[in-house]
């Protein structure tokens, strides 16, 4: 079945470091793949996607490129600042799936000033 | 646009009492609906999701079940709370088919059973 493994957190970072969260997959096919970001106390939101192997998703200076060959999805940003501490999370939708989302884990970044 | 709405935004229930959580979506028509559970600190567990009116499917045998009465209209039920049903439950809308699928969250409603 499908299945998505993302970095364990919390990852800490200085304001304007450079931001990478891991995020490999397994699944059949091509699927889609999607980050979404939570604030504190609050619901996901939809951060990026990408649907077909080479494509990047981009939003709000974040990256991530749909990496086949190493079956890959890798969040970067370049320079953080304090309100992107959030919860990521890495999805898929695809193969056996339907229109359901796998979700990694989640991983827990803090921007400290 | 597209708005999801859930509610109550907070409940704390005692074990063994009812629950009743409700998820309507505006501007749109048909949308698959989806109900998650986050537990503290973890990650999202898929609940039930939705095709359509009446048509439910569970994913997780568990203490609580779900309707569709209306087509924009999602609600998770519960005859009696136990302790683990507390977290954070979100409602999902998605919306498009293949490449077009995107997946949209609510607020959320945080439950606490005391």
């Known amino acids: 079945g499908n299945s998505v493994t993302q970095m364990e957190g919390p990852v800490t970072l200085s304001e304007e470091a450079f931001l990478t969260i891991n995020c490999t997959y397994t699944a059949t096919g091509y699927p889609s793949l999607f980050w979404y970001v939570q604030y504190p106390g609050e619901g996901l939101q939809l951060l990026l996607k990408a649907t077909k192997a080479d494509d990047k998703g981009s939003n709000k200076g974040f990256e991530a490129t749909y990496r086949k060959e190493t079956t890959s999805f890798h969040l970067e940003k370049g320079s953080v600042q304090v309100s992107d501490s959030?919860?990521?999370f890495c999805a898929l939708k695809g193969g056996a799936a339907g229109n359901k989302l796998t979700f990694g884990g989640g991983t827990r970044v803090l921007v400290k000033p | 646009?597209?708005?999801i709405h859930q509610w109550p935004a907070t409940l704390v229930q005692p074990v063994g009492s009812p629950l009743s959580l409700e998820c309507t979506v505006e501007g749109t028509s048909n949308p698959n609906l989806y109900w998650y559970r986050q537990?503290?600190?973890r990650g999202l567990q898929l609940l039930f999701y939705s095709v359509g009116i009446g048509q439910i499917s569970s994913?997780?045998?568990q203490n609580l079940s779900a309707s569709r009465p209306q087509d924009r209209q999602f609600?998770?039920?519960s005859k009696k709370l136990l302790l683990s049903d507390s977290g954070f439950y979100l409602c999902a809308w998605a919306r498009g088919q293949g490449a077009d699928y995107?997946?949209?969250f609510g607020p959320g409603t945080r439950l606490t059973v005391t």
């Open chain 1, 86 to 88: 959030a919860v990521y």
């Open chain 2, 1 to 3: 646009s597209q708005t």
């Open chain 2, 39 to 41: 537990a503290a600190g």
């Open chain 2, 59 to 61: 994913e997780v045998p």
């Open chain 2, 75 to 77: 609600i998770l039920s």
């Open chain 2, 102 to 104: 995107e997946q949209y």
